[in-house]
């Protein structure tokens, strides 16, 4: 029997740009689950359609069901807790994530109850508590009047009842570091590898070192880790690392925020892997003023394949603009360091920011023509609650979420034109996919 079916709603949107990884927040909570003695069982809707996926649930008839959500997964996270909700009023329905950790209240309607913040610690505290007290979903009020005992939950009632919530609360690395490893058990690995074989000739799964960014650029929402730079153990992540090897996974994708940030930690992470021949390809995320020549060899020599940075801007009055306290000479000075090496770079830009000109988004287009990089992705301003780009901009739509990878849909009062820049967009995009393409074929990659 199942007390907890947790959810991960994404569907496959056969997207280019698509990266699927098999969902690492879920594994965790999962294991943390079965440590404290909860029956858990996990839906990966990844690979499923979706009447499979509501059977399947059904079927079970668990107690809780939990779904979590980032954007452009909003709309099926809803469809099916609506779903859900009609087939089994008991079942007490409750999200997490990013998105419901912005946007509470909106959550609310369709959920019992949302999660906020870190979840690892509160949310198998939370299921065991509820499951012991054999209540069921309507006797929810009463059992959460003690509500600090549930750090980050929000609940409001659909009578227009007192809200009932309590702040959220990060751990520090003690309780981290604490953590059982990720539980893998549920996943189809076979079709996520087939995958990342298919496109790369090796697969990867994702791992977390580190958690947090003391960075503030202003687009950027840190829902879950927030500010507070924190560090896993280079034992727990080397023991993580073994786990993902016996799953049959040759690669790792570096989920942190950004794996650059402290480059003690960077070296000692590829000295491990270089001397624990543990073999593994690995991408991660990295900012641009960083980065050395050494650290660059080093990450080569541990198995580095591909390093992606957010680039954002080919203007530097745009950059200041964005607080990304980087400069356009930083990022060409670090590109051309990984060049140099068998690492490919990939860059992400956006375009439309409120403040730029027109002609400061086409000076982006052409100067991201020009740099060595193996990707390219743009996108445009999404205005998250909580950061400087939201407090800025006017009219933000919060129904409106992305409803696939780099959707680029203007959600608020814009004073760029959305058409021009999906346009202009696809064809810098084609244009570089065709330079690369010739690039390739002349033998100069």
Sequence with gaps: MTDVMLIYPYFDTNMPQAMLFHPLGIAQLTAVLRVVGVAVSVVDCTFRQRADVLAEIEAAQPNIVGISIMVSMSDNARD??????????ETLLVCGGPLPTLRSQQFSREFDLVFRGEAAQVFPIFCRAYLEAGISVHGLPGFLQRAEAYPGIYYQPLDSGATIQSAPQSSDETLLNQLPLPDRHDYDHARYQQFWHAREGY????????YGCPYHCNFCSKPIYGNWFRRRKMDRIMAEIRDIKTWGYTGLWIAD???????????????RLIVEKLDMRWWCLSRVD????QVVDLMQAAGCQKVFFGLESGSNAVLKLMNKQITIEMAEQTLALFAQSSIRAAGFFMVGYPGETYETIETTFQWALTLPLDDISFTVPY??????????????????DWQYENENRITYQSEFDESYLRTRIAEVSAQFTARRQCQRRDGSL
């Design 290 to 293: 960083k980065v050395t020549a």
């Design 80 to 89: 099916l807790a609506r779903a859900i909700r009609e087939r089994m009023p």
């Design 257 to 271: 925020d950004c794996f650059t940030l402290d480059i003690e930690h960077l070296r000692t992470f590829c000295q």
């Design 203 to 210: 697969s990867l799964a994702g791992i977390m070192t580190t």
């Design 383 to 400: 205005p998250l609650p909580g950061t400087r780009l939201f407090e800025k901009v006017f009219n933000v739509q919060s129904e409106i």
